[in-house]
């Protein structure tokens, strides 16, 4: 393409067959040898990465250099811009919790969160964890949190230098600020404190990144003493810890993309073997919020489909003891829960948009938190204490920045505590913000979120950035983004595409985008830029595709599906490899994911549909236009060599001249770069991109 110019000759990775035979059907992988071997050491230890593909990978990032030079000082006006919209010396609302209130703050030039308290009705601030302190000569560096126990003397802190996600935890005395001999290492990140503050519950990851085993630590002994609490012996599902509010009961979750199953301790007895709830059922989903002498929990068991509140008592909480609390209203999803003293509140999802919902434990009387505009997103943080009136949520719309809220579920007044500044200025009168309605190929209709300047043409002329994901039922929600101001202050639409596979418009909208209803996904964002191509919001020839993750699947879809519809792509850390790796049951994610792609393994009806949609099985000869692709090296979620293969068969199969990039970072994982400026680096770049692509330079 013109606009990249005098590229010098791209790498051509070597070409190593390696041929197998599933179902009777024989595929040939020609880069497979781009998967590292060791690749589990590799996690942990990147330096013994083979030299032949971190050779390939670091010849992949000068090529990419080189494509991406004329735009160096765009990003760094880019970054400027972004960097000028965030408060850099920022502090959140403190939570009160106890005597204490708890929050986070960052320092001008900080890239890592400081945790804090304070007394709870205000005064001198103490300084619990200084992130940057900790992050200090790393090239990467990931805080998992501050957990303090209930007498406050000591908190639990996690910390991943890798990007592997094998969070390693420490103990601190919060009076004195020094750390505990204890070290705990290769956990999900974070543990439950026992009420006495003597010791706390954490899950270990095993040497596949799987949360597999539940732990007990006693602090100030060696973690080759701690007890084994539960073992999940099904590879195929997910576990975590978490704990009540009341601290008097202890949550295992067991779960996969459609199936859960609880178990729980009581902290009375923390020798104790944890008690099943109800024992998992394929398909059916619950989880457990504590109310006293009830627990309440969601569920879509039976036909609740958008799911129902139900109650158990503590003492007995086995499903045949459940009872009916909020009825299950097609149409309505209900998102999560939380009890308190007084109140019963939930989050759900009506006509694709969010609601906070409150109900009078005694009286049963509820009533929903109200909001005006056409679009907009929600979060509800709800409270730390459980005896309380008081809860905390945050707004904001494309154009409005994030508002946070204390709202007294009694006198249902709502009191604004902070509004996200923006230092460099922001007019939201200056903008527009929309949702749309794209007719689907099937007759739906794809719910597609819009911001623009009030001045940007629609005539066609518009560049758009086009977002979206579509996977594992989340939503993609309609907030605030100083980010994207940068593209939108330029001429650009930028646009998300809210496309089954989520939740946008009810648990019916994720089921029609999963399994062999995958392919809605991709036709959903098809019909997206066609509908914004119709109504003149801008062109074919003007649109960037971008998404990651799961969304990189999708990138790679819409690639060989319609690659004319697209002037260029980003696929951020892409799930593109989708048949090899759901055949590769060794990997992190693999086992958990067969109920939100299908088992290629067992069954011949799974195989066939993955593989006519897998990206990477699906690169043919054809033009493509010019795509990004970015992946980290120890990333455990999409591994580095997804990425890695489908560049290297892009650029052998396609028939146009248009560049394929591949820009891997050697020192970070699935989220990128851990501080909040470095990461801005990244979106400076991947827009820098999308700009260039655009010839808005």
Not at 73 to 81: N, P, R, S, V, W
Not at 397 to 419: A, E, F, G, I, W
Not at 436 to 448: C, I, K, Q, S
């Amino acid at each position: 393409m013109s606009i990249f110019k005098d590229l010098p000759t791209p790498p051509a990775a070597e070409k190593r067959p390696v041929s197998d035979t599933r179902h009777g059907i024989a595929r040939t992988d020609d880069y497979a040898w781009l998967r590292a071997d060791n690749w589990q050491a590799m996690f942990k230890d990147p330096s013994i990465l083979d030299p032949a593909i971190r050779t390939h990978l670091e010849a992949e990032n000068v090529y990419m250099n080189a494509a991406m030079a004329d735009t160096k000082d765009l990003q760094k006006t880019l970054f400027a811009e972004m960097r000028g919209r965030i408060k850099e010396d920022d502090s959140s609302v403190p939570v009160k919790d106890g005597a204490y209130a708890y929050g986070t703050l960052y320092v001008t030039g900080g890239e890592q969160p400081h945790y804090f308290r304070e007394p709870r009705n205000g005064g001198e601030r103490k300084l619990l964890l200084d992130g940057d302190k900790e992050s200090q000569g790393k090239a990467y560096f990931r805080l998992a949190g501050v957990d303090h126990s209930t007498d406050h003397a000591r908190g639990i802190w996690g910390y991943d230098d890798k990007g592997s996600e094998y969070f390693t935890l420490k103990v601190r005395d919060l009076e004195t600020g020094e750390d505990l001999a204890d070290v705990v290492e290769n956990t999900g990140g974070g543990g439950v404190w026992a009420p006495d503050g003597k010791s706390f519950f954490y899950s270990a990851l095993d040497e596949n990144h799987r949360p597999s085993k539940v732990f007990h630590h006693i602090v100030g002994t060696p973690q080759s003493d701690d007890r084994l609490v539960y073992e999940e012996e099904d590879a195929g599902f997910f576990m975590g810890v978490g704990g009540s509010l009341l601290d008097d009961y202890v949550y295992i979750d067991i779960h996969d993309h459609e199936t859960s199953e609880y178990r729980i301790l009581s902290t009375k007895d923390l020798t104790a073997e944890p008690q099943l709830v109800a024992e998992r059922e394929t398909g059916i989903e619950y989880s457990m919020s504590e109310g006293g002498d009830v627990f309440y929990i969601l569920t879509n068991d039976g036909d609740a489909k958008d799911f129902e509140i139900m109650e158990a008592p503590v003492e007995a909480p086995a499903k045949a003891n459940w009872r009916e609390v909020v009825a299950h209203t097609p149409g309505t999803l209900i998102l999560s829960h939380m009890a308190f003293a007084r109140h019963l509140v939930w989050l759900q999802r009506k006509d694709g948009l969010p609601q906070i919902i409150v109900r009078d434990r005694k009286t049963g009387e509820q009533h929903a938190i109200a909001f005006a505009e056409e679009a907009y997103s929600l979060g509800l943080q709800g409270a730390a204490e459980y005896d309380t009136d008081v809860i905390r949520f945050s707004y904001s719309s494309m154009t409005t920045p994030s508002q946070l809220y204390d709202y007294d579920m009694t006198t249902r007044q709502r009191v604004l505590l902070k509004t996200q500044e923006v230092p460099s200025g922001h007019n939201a009168d200056d903008y527009v913000t929309r949702r749309v309605f794209a007719p689907a190929h099937d007759g739906e209709t794809v719910p597609v979120t819009l911001l623009y300047r009030k001045d940007t043409p629609l005539d066609g002329s518009a560049p758009c950035l086009l977002y979206g994901y579509g996977a594992y039922g989340m939503t993609i929600p309609a907030g605030f983004n100083t980010n994207c101001l940068s593209l939108a202050d330029r001429g650009f639409v930028y646009a998300i595409a809210h496309v089954r596979g989520g939740k946008d418009k009810g648990f019916s909208w994720y089921e029609d985008g999963k399994m062999e209803k995958k392919t809605n996904t991709f036709k959903d964002f098809i019909a997206a830029a066609d509908f914004l191509n119709q109504q003149k919001f801008t062109s074919y020839a003007n649109i960037i595709a971008e998404g990651g993750s799961a969304g990189g699947m999708l990138m790679g879809a819409i690639a060989n599906m319609a690659p004319e519809k697209f002037a260029g792509i980003i696929a951020a850390v892409p799930f593109v490899d989708v048949l090899n790796t759901m055949l590769d049951d060794t990997l992190p994610l693999t086992p958990p994911e067969w109920p939100e792609w299908g088992n290629p393994i067992d069954s011949r009806s799974d195989y066939d549909h993955i593989a006519g949609y897998s990206p990477y099985d699906n690169v043919g000869a054809k033009p493509y236009p010019p795509i990004l692709a970015l992946g980290g090296l120890t990333d455990p979620r999409v591994t580095y060599w997804e990425p890695a293969k489908w560049v290297a068969r892009l650029r052998e199969k396609t028939t146009g001249g248009a560049p394929i990039l591949l820009k891997t970072n050697m020192d970070a994982g699935h989220g990128g770069a851990s501080g909040r400026f470095q990461r801005l680096e990244e979106v400076a770049f991947e827009y820098a991109f999308a700009i260039k692509v655009a010839g808005k330079m």
